[in-house]
């Protein structure tokens, strides 16, 4: 299970939303739908999931119903607040949103669709287990609407995934990703670098055998070690090794060569794709900070620079809900600065960068000595955008400290 919620204000019972939200209607409005359900807990994973022994007092079998119930009060709030928008994108995931029955999740998405509209050409993604998706279960999802399935890789090399307490057969990711191919799917492959005992040759067999695939879409990220999980404690224990952090850039660099001479372009510091149109628009829509309603517990929302978190245990959530309330825990409108600083945060990570005049004026400065450090991209900047270098991606945490302290 992840760690506490954030510190907030009082969320109202009701859910509503503030009377004086800037609530823009042209702003592009998604949803997260979160299935916080695994068969085991991987041993890096601090997300909000629960095993079938964690759940005290919830059921996956009532968790289609009880999140519907989450959509009703939110088609009922968004549509009193004047903010009622056909949703641009929908993400399913979790935890594993393909443990529960395809159809709950087609029964989600299609009173998730009934309550809000869904655009033409919108992008449907569900997360999925390599073990989980058969040729059933991937026509299902295309013929309720699901457009795209991110596939839960990790790893191609066995004592890797022993490492990250993955425990699905690697041999069943070539038959997920046929089973989407032959439903119309669009598919993504998810990898993760520099678990303990991974050599930069065991990470190239890996990176190797997703591109056998042939995916439209491949995400990599760097293994990173959450306090509270398993693998923190093993390494505090001193069982295993913590990640190298100058193996970890080699990693990422070598990720970054083979991809682009396989075709792919990076659009995010993680995140590669054939074409822009293949790009993940949910995750994009994260990061260029657009309106978003997360579902399910400890899932959190964006409306207009309102965020508020849901409680987290399914059987909390299960309840609030049967009483005719709001599910959410807590609620933040932060302030100017706490907004700049995300928004240099997360657009500095993607392709597009941001802006030199959103920067604050005091730190534009700097963009010039980045550029000496070879962070940033001259031809960008003399546009007017801050955009990483290969060397920048590597150093990303750097480069926003230098545009916000």
Known sequence: MAGPLPIGDPAPVDGRLPADLPIDPSVPFSAYLHIPFCRVRCGYCDFNTYTSGELRGAKQEDYAATLIGEIDLARRVLSDAGALRPMDTVFFGGGTPTLLPAGDLARMLGAATEAFGLRDGAEVTVEANPDTVTPEVARTLASAGITRLSIGMQSAVPHVLAALDRTH??????TAVSAARDAGLAVSVDLIYGAPGESLADWEASLDAALALDPDHVSAYALIIEDGTKLARQIRRGEVPAPSDDLQADMYELADTRLADAGFDWYEVSNWSRTADQRSRHNLAYWRGT??????????????GLRWWNVKHPAAYAQRLAAAESPAAGTERPDESSRMLERVLLLSRIREGIPVDDLPEAN?????????????????????RVQLTLQGRLLADAVVRALTD
């Open 364 to 384: 534009r400065t700097r963009v010039a000595e980045l550029i000496a450090d070879g962070l940033v991209e001259p031809a960008a900047a003399i546009r007017g």
């Open 291 to 304: 309106d978003w309603w997360g579902f399910g517990p400890g899932a959190h929302s964006h409306i207009a």
């Open 169 to 174: 057969d690697p041999d069943n990711v070539r």
